[in-house]
């Protein structure tokens, strides 16, 4: 089953792409992962697209389609998740003639839907554990006091760059403008399923169980 998380930046989709990863054995596709990977390693692509990522903006959509594309031809056993991607009309056509090449079909497009207000709150509030990506949040799952991370006990925690409240008015700008006009795209398609992404971490992934299941 090959399904997309689509949301706005701070919905939970790495949360929840994290939580399908164990429970069905699916590969995590994240194209901000990627670039964020590319961009730490410092390889020339990395260093391209370091300041369009700080300032909350898209990379091209040639980058990203080729990162997807990469990734598509290895292992898919247990179907993939693309999380942050597509993100735009142009990389949804693209996505649709990778998996037709390669035989494979798109089961579900989960929306997940979060109110603005809750989406600034959450992303000006989290971090993530340095060694196993475990995600924090200064209000509602804080750091343990003794520092340790709960699933991994690591002690490095990190925030990314582009968590920030400008950049996140960007990202915001950029999902609306280009991003959201693909809820429609894939409602004609026949694929959109919407959850509501505002409850507890458990209680949205059992939404999306649900019409995963259906
Ligand atoms: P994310 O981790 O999905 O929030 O992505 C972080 C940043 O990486 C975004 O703000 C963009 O700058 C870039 N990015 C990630 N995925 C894409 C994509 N599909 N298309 C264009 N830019 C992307």
Excluded: W
């Excluded at 939580?19 to 020339?44: D, H, N, P």
């Excluded at 109110?115 to 209000?139: M, Q």
């Amino acid at each position: 089953m090959n399904i997309i998380l689509l949301g706005p930046p701070g919905a939970g989709k790495g949360t929840q792409a994290r939580i399908l990863v164990e429970s069905r054995g699916m590969i995590q596709l994240s194209t901000g992962e990627m670039l964020r990977e590319a961009k730490s390693s410092g390889s020339e692509m990395g260093k391209k697209v370091a300041a369009i990522m700080d300032a909350g903006e898209l990379v091209t959509d040639e980058i990203v389609i080729g990162l997807i594309e990469e990734k598509l031809s290895g292992d898919n056993a247990g179907g993939f998740i693309f999380d942050g991607f597509p993100r735009t009309l142009a990389q949804a056509d693209a996505l649709g003639e990778l998996l037709e090449k390669h035989g494979a079909t798109l089961e579900a497009v989960v929306e997940m839907r979060v109110d603005d207000d809750e989406l600034v709150s959450r992303i000006t509030a989290r971090s993530t554990c340095g060694d196993c990506g475990e995600g924090y949040n200064d209000v509602s799952k804080p750091i343990p006091a003794d520092g340790r991370c709960t699933n991994c006990g690591g002690t490095e925690f990190k925030r990314r760059a582009d968590d920030n409240e400008e950049s996140l008015r960007t990202r915001l700008m950029e999902y609306y403008k280009k991003t959201s006009p693909l809820i429609g795209y894939y409602y004609a398609k026949g694929n959109l399923r919407s959850v509501n992404g505002l409850g507890e971490i458990d209680e949205v992934a059992g939404e999306i169980k649900v019409v995963l299941d259906a």
